[in-house]
């Protein structure tokens, strides 16, 4: 049986009502929420390396950092990285492109004189405002077809999926083998 596969893609419509077509045709990875919202995440990441890199010469992983660092206002590489959703080692990275032109700078930690503490320097503070302005709009773009109100909604539907996939992940991490668990710290 042939497939339109750009059909099914750009079908909109009830999830639960594409479900039930599964029983009409095999089920395949389009049919997952998980991979609709790496789709989504990847296309979102496209858009702002479009926007971004070209006026203010930084990746989107750079900006993640830039903004989370912004929140976080002070805090090691490690806890950087895991806010960020950024590797260890791609965050150590980008971490030390982003001190080298001028945008985090480093502090003495009070609390362990071994470590060091990352914050935003001047620069970093000012450029973390100007994409953050930039951002926002996009946004609006990426949203244009929804309701003041569907977008809220889709906002806390969004922010308890995350809730509940966090607490399953915590969940499989305390039964998984160390082997395990290095190599999603490698992916």
């Given at each position: 049986?042939t497939?339109?596969?750009?059909?099914?893609?750009?079908?909109?419509?009830?999830?639960?009502?594409?479900?039930?077509?599964?029983?009409e045709?095999?089920a395949?990875i389009r049919?997952?929420?998980s991979?609709?919202?790496q789709?989504l995440?990847?296309?979102?990441?496209?858009?702002?390396?479009?926007?971004?890199r070209p006026?203010?010469?930084?990746?989107?992983r750079e900006?993640?950092?830039?903004?989370v660092?912004?929140y976080?206002?002070?805090?090691s590489?490690?806890?950087l990285a895991?806010h960020?959703?950024?590797?260890?080692?791609?965050?150590?990275?980008?971490?030390?492109?982003?001190?080298?032109r001028g945008?985090i700078?480093?502090?003495?930690?009070?609390?362990?004189?071994r470590?060091?503490?990352?914050?935003?320097?001047?620069?970093?503070?000012?450029?973390?405002?100007?994409?953050l302005?930039?951002s926002?709009?996009?946004?609006?773009?990426?949203?244009?077809t929804?309701?003041?109100?569907?977008?809220?909604i889709?906002?806390e539907?969004?922010r308890?999926?995350t809730?509940?996939?966090?607490?399953?992940?915590?969940e499989?991490?305390?039964?998984?083998?160390?082997s395990?668990?290095?190599?999603i710290?490698e992916?």
């Amino acid at each position: 049986m042939t497939r339109n596969h750009d059909d099914l893609d750009s079908k909109a419509g009830d999830y639960f009502k594409r479900r039930e077509a599964l029983q009409e045709r095999e089920a395949d990875i389009r049919d997952l929420f998980s991979f609709q919202v790496q789709r989504l995440a990847s296309l979102s990441t496209r858009i702002a390396a479009l926007s971004i890199r070209p006026r203010y010469g930084i990746t989107p992983r750079e900006w993640r950092v830039i903004a989370v660092l912004k929140y976080l206002e002070k805090t090691s590489l490690q806890d950087l990285a895991k806010h960020s959703g950024v590797l260890k080692s791609q965050m150590s990275r980008t971490v030390s492109a982003l001190i080298e032109r001028g945008y985090i700078a480093k502090a003495a930690n009070p609390e362990d004189g071994r470590s060091i503490l990352l914050q935003l320097s001047a620069e970093g503070l000012e450029l973390s405002s100007k994409v953050l302005e930039d951002s926002f709009r996009r946004n609006d773009e990426m949203l244009a077809t929804l309701s003041h109100a569907e977008q809220q909604i889709l906002v806390e539907l969004l922010r308890r999926v995350t809730q509940t996939s966090s607490k399953y992940y915590h969940e499989l991490k305390s039964s998984a083998s160390q082997s395990d668990l290095k190599s999603i710290e490698e992916e």
